[in-house]
């Protein structure tokens, strides 16, 4: 296979915390870089002590800008399990674009994600997978009310990890849930630091 120039799209902790998967970049987050991507904060975190965490969900997302920084790697494979690694995701939940390869449990984002690597000249990019499971979790359908009620049974570490998460997101994952938190008073009355 030729050598590739791929790119890790991210839009959530990875931009403040790449971790163990620092070594395997080259440069510095182009902000604002990478494609729109339909997201919200709809997945509950067992990663974020049950925190509420942004995936990519077009049933009840928006499209939001993403951010992208590149692989060291130059083969999709070892891309994918440096991001799968870091994320502790389980196999088959990193997304993936490649001239060669492609994989994504949702085809309209992978068509998304091929179409800007084209525009923008890259052989491929990688991306978390994971789903929502807000449903899964609470036994009840997501929405903005039913995210704010799910923050407000949270105590302690998980309640200051949520905070500290849905604060520390970049600007640009403006989803519903996070515009309406920044007008309610509990959440802005909250002032946890990190």
């Known amino acids: 296979m030729a050598l590739s120039k791929i790119a890790i799209i991210g839009w ?3 931009i403040w915390d790449l971790e163990i998967l620092a ?6 987050w182009q902000m604002a870089a990478g494609p ?7 997945r509950v975190s067992p990663k974020r002590k049950l925190g509420l965490a942004v995936c990519l969900d077009p049933a009840v997302g928006v ?3 993403t951010h992208i920084i590149r692989s060291a790697r130059r083969d999709i494979h070892a891309a994918i399990e440096d991001l799968r690694a870091r994320e502790r995701a389980p196999a088959g939940r990193i997304g993936a674009f490649h001239t060669s390869f492609q994989h994504g449990r949702m085809p309209e984002v992978v068509a998304l994600v091929q179409a800007w690597c084209a525009a923008k000249g890259w052989d491929g990019a990688v991306w978390t997978d994971l789903e929502p ?5 609470t036994k009840r359908g997501f929405s903005v009310g ?3 009620r799910y923050l407000k ?3 302690g570490e998980s309640l200051k990890e949520a905070y500290n998460y849905i604060q520390n997101a970049p600007a640009q994952t403006a989803t519903p849930l996070r515009a309406a938190l920044a007008q309610d008073k509990w959440w802005q009355g909250l002032g946890i630091g990190q």
């Open 23 to 28: 070594p395997h970049t080259a440069g510095d």
């Open 146 to 148: 039913e995210g704010i």
């Open 63 to 65: 499209p939001c800008q």
């Open 133 to 137: 499971n807000f449903e899964a979790h």
């Open 36 to 42: 729109a991507l339909p997201m919200e904060f709809s």
């Open 153 to 155: 049974t949270l105590r």
């Open 12 to 14: 959530g902790s990875l």
